[in-house]
């Protein structure tokens, strides 16, 4: 299918778990960005991606590993999940270049709930 | 730093009523501003944008004027409808080393019919 999907949209796990969510896109755009969104803080950086093998730390980095072997895809993976991380997590993509006045693509969103 | 603020939400109102969601920014350099929507359980989607002082974007009957004098970007529309019921987010985004988009904390509008 065309676009940006998530998998999987929901998904309950355990504290101290490993947990990997995953996002791919097929419009082959260079920039790849992760987010979280909870009430209160709107939607926050977690890490972004310019190209393949190359990734940098958003606003709230910390818990959370990313990879980007191959431009479509952008998998975010929490080492060891805490309660905190409970949240609704997009991805977001972009064909960069001037990126200041690029649009940004999102995701349908995965629900993630630690317990 | 960079940032932008928005009106809290939830913001109701009914079928045919005229809208603003105030957004206000502070940038350093030259910001593109952006509205994102957000419609009940989907991602983000871009509604309008413009890239310097004085650009109107539209969309969908949706307005937002780039006023750098005032450092606004309020978003407008004439006659709501039910289907215009979602979150609605405010963006800037500042060309430098690290190019990202800066997102305010969104508002709520409820249309009831």
């Known amino acids: 299918d065309a676009g940006i999907t998530q998998s999987p949209r929901y998904k309950i796990t355990e504290t101290g778990r490993q947990v990997t969510l995953m996002c791919h896109q097929t419009w082959s755009h260079s920039y790849m960005f992760w987010y979280r969104q909870d009430l209160g803080h709107g939607l926050r950086l977690i890490y972004y991606s310019a190209a393949a093998d190359i990734t940098d730390k958003g606003e709230v980095p910390d818990g959370y590993v990313v990879s980007r072997s191959k431009t479509e895809n952008f998998p975010l993976t929490l080492e060891s999940a805490t309660r905190s991380q409970t949240s609704v997590y997009f991805c977001a993509s972009g064909a960069g270049g001037t990126l200041s006045t690029d649009t940004q693509y999102f995701g349908p969103g995965t629900r993630l709930t630690v317990l | 730093g960079n940032s932008v603020t928005q009106m809290e939400g939830p913001v109701t109102l009914s079928e045919e009523a005229f809208l603003t969601i105030n957004c206000t920014y502070t940038?350093?350099?030259?910001?593109?501003l952006f509205w994102y929507v957000q419609y009940p359980g989907e991602g983000l989607q871009l509604l309008l944008k413009a890239t310097k002082a004085d650009d109107k974007g539209s969309n969908k009957g949706f307005e937002a004027t780039y006023r750098k004098e005032t450092t606004s970007f309020h978003l407008e529309k004439g006659s709501v409808q039910v289907s215009d019921s979602a979150v609605y987010f405010c963006a800037l985004s500042v060309m430098n080393r690290d190019d990202k988009i800066i997102f305010g904390k969104g508002t709520r509008l409820h249309i009831l019919p």
């Open positions: 940038a350093t350099g030259y910001p593109s």
